[in-house]
């Protein structure tokens, strides 16, 4: 009876050590480990929208500094260790709300569409998302006077949230 005990305590010590799937946050599942370098070429756009790449490759940058031991930037002097490309596909502006008084709209979803490819030093995919879809809504102003374009605030939130779930898929594997 004790020797079953103690076989059943070996084999669960054993499953437990051997790689149940969990890892620590940061743990860099997609990185080498001997990396310590990341560009982030500004963002490529097929779309005839500017100024969102400018927001979503910074916004990458920050993340990926404050998240990782990678030392990140626009551009590595010379041979970064990893290289994240990004490419927005799509950006697509729409009505979401409507205001029967004023017969204008009154809020707006932004959709974007992103692919992104992490490679290393010899270009070998170490992650690659060609279909990331991220959305965020912002309010019209009705009042002319008072009027303030909240678009670019939404495309900032928009593209935190993006690098924020970009740095999670790339760090934890997701």
């Known amino acids: 009876m004790i020797r079953g005990h103690i076989r059943l305590a070996i084999l669960l010590a054993a499953g437990a050590i051997s790689g149940c799937g969990y890892h620590t946050v940061g743990a860099a599942t997609h990185l ?7 560009s982030v070429p500004m ?3 097929r779309t005839e929208v500017y100024h969102t790449e400018t927001s979503m490759t910074d916004a990458v940058i920050r993340e990926f500094a404050a998240r990782s031991r990678l030392r990140a930037a626009p551009t590595a002097g010379g041979n970064p260790d990893v290289v994240l490309h990004g490419t927005i596909l799509k ?6 709300t409507y205001n029967t008084s004023t017969q204008q709209s009154s809020s707006y ?3 974007l569409v992103v692919s992104v490819t992490l490679v290393d030093s010899g270009g070998k995919v170490l992650y690659e998302n060609k279909n990331y879809v991220f959305r965020n809504q912002y309010q019209a102003t009705s009042d002319l006077r008072t009027f303030l374009d909240e678009s670019p605030a939404a495309v900032y939130r928009l593209s935190r949230d993006f690098a924020r779930a970009l740095v999670a898929d790339v760090l934890e594997g997701m």
């Open 32 to 38: 080498p480990p001997d990396a310590r370098t990341l």
């Open 43 to 45: 963002f490529a756009t």
């Open 91 to 96: 950006e697509v502006v729409e009505p979401l």
């Open 109 to 111: 979803l932004i959709t």
